[in-house]
């Protein structure tokens, strides 16, 4: 018989700062044995510079779960709304506009 530990109930404080949220475009991951640092920054078109707004360290086993827990929302996500296009992804949608067939 299999024994299972009670789940704990985790409450979060989220701050007025925190909860305005930080727009990113941008992620550069980079690791070491210890830990994942996560980038996060804005891409400007037309500007050859940007800047880190956020830095986040993450043990692997943390940079682990949140892959796992991304792909799970991603795919949520796609059900609902439909497949997330990146860029450079041909659109099958109608052909618009001009063509020379």
Do not use: C, W
Request: glycine letters at 8%; hydrophobic letters at 35%.
């Amino acid at each position: 018989m299999e024994n299972k530990a009670p789940q704990q109930r985790i409450t979060l404080d989220l701050g007025e700062k925190e909860a305005e949220g930080i727009y990113s475009n941008f992620t550069l991951i980079s690791h070491s044995p210890a830990e994942f640092i996560l980038d996060f920054a804005r891409l400007v078109p037309g500007l050859a510079k940007s800047k880190v707004h956020a830095r986040i360290i993450m043990t692997p086993q943390a940079a682990k779960s949140l892959l796992k827990s991304l792909g799970t929302n991603i795919e949520r996500f796609e059900s609902t709304h439909g497949e997330i296009k990146l860029a450079g992804q041909p659109n099958p949608g109608p052909n618009i506009g001009f063509h020379t067939d």
